[in-house]
T-cell receptor
C-alpha cells in the first residue's frame, strides 16, 4: 500500500532563516505531487505541484520554492523565512483522480 | 477557473442528531468532487468522492453526499453524529482534464462541533 511521509512534524524558525520541508511517498511510482499551505483563516492554498522529476509548477508568487530531486521526493524550501510563512504545510500525491494527504508540518516563524 | 463555496463556516450539532454540510461549486468544465475531513493537527483524510455514475455517494464513517448537477451542489450528510465527528470538513473539486494535473480547489471549510 502507499504511504506518504512528511518531516519534520513541527518546526519553529526565526525570521530570515532558511527552510527545508520534505515529503516522501512510498509504494507508488511517478506520482503527481503537491504542496499546500493552510494558514489561519485562509483555507487551503495550492503552492506547487509536480508531474515528474524536475518538473515544478508554481501556483502563487511567494517566498518559497519547490524541488523534486527524485521520483517520490518533494521538497519545499525558502532562503529567508517571513512571518507570513507560518502555517500548516501539507504534501499530497495523486492516485488516479484522487489526492491523498500527508500528516503535515506545522511551521511557526517568530 | 473553478470555485467552491461552503456556506456554513461552523455547524454546532448535538450528538446523535443529523448533520448536513453544504457545498456549491462553479466550473465551466466537468469536475470531480470530494469531501475531506481534518482532525486537529492532522492531515486531510478522504471521506468520499464523486467521479461518475450514481449521484448518491457513500463514504467512510457513515457519511454520504449527493451530487446535484443542476444546482452545482455536493452536500454532505450524516444521519446521526458522534462526538468523534468533531472536525473540520472540506469540499473540493478538480477538473476532468489530465493535463490540469488533478489540482484541487477547496472550499473554506466547515467546522463541526458535536455537543453531548
Amino acid at each position: 500500500s502507499q504511504t506518504i511521509h512528511q518531516w519534520p512534524a513541527t518546526l519553529v524558525q526565526p525570521v530570515g532563516s532558511p527552510l527545508s520541508l520534505e515529503c516522501t511517498v512510498e509504494g507508488t511510482s511517478n506520482p503527481n505531487l503537491y504542496w499546500y499551505r493552510q494558514a489561519a483563516g485562509r483555507g487551503l492554498q495550492l503552492l506547487f505541484y509536480s508531474v515528474g522529476i524536475g518538473q515544478i509548477s508554481s501556483e502563487v508568487p511567494q517566498n518559497l520554492s519547490a524541488s523534486r530531486p527524485q521520483d517520490r521526493q518533494f521538497i519545499l524550501s525558502s532562503k529567508k523565512l517571513l512571518l507570513s510563512d507560518s502555517g500548516f504545510y501539507l504534501c499530497a500525491w495523486t492516485r488516479a483522480e484522487t489526492q491523498y494527504f500527508g500528516p503535515g508540518t506545522r511551521l511557526l516563524v517568530l | 477557473a473553478q470555485s467552491v463555496t461552503q456556506l456554513d463556516s461552523q455547524v454546532p450539532v448535538f450528538e446523535e442528531a443529523p448533520v448536513e454540510l453544504r457545498c456549491n461549486y462553479s466550473s465551466s468544465v466537468s469536475v470531480y468532487l470530494f469531501w475531506y475531513v481534518q482532525y486537529p493537527n492532522q492531515g486531510l483524510q478522504l471521506l468520499l468522492k464523486y467521479l461518475s455514475g450514481s449521484t448518491l455517494v457513500k463514504g467512510i464513517n457513515g457519511f454520504e453526499a449527493e451530487f446535484n448537477k443542476s444546482q452545482t451542489s455536493f452536500h454532505l450528510r450524516k444521519p446521526s453524529v458522534h462526538i468523534s465527528d468533531t472536525a473540520e470538513y472540506f469540499c473540493a473539486v478538480s477538473v476532468v482534464i489530465k493535463a490540469a494535473g488533478n489540482k484541487l480547489t477547496f472550499g473554506g471549510g466547515t467546522r463541526v462541533l458535536v455537543k453531548p
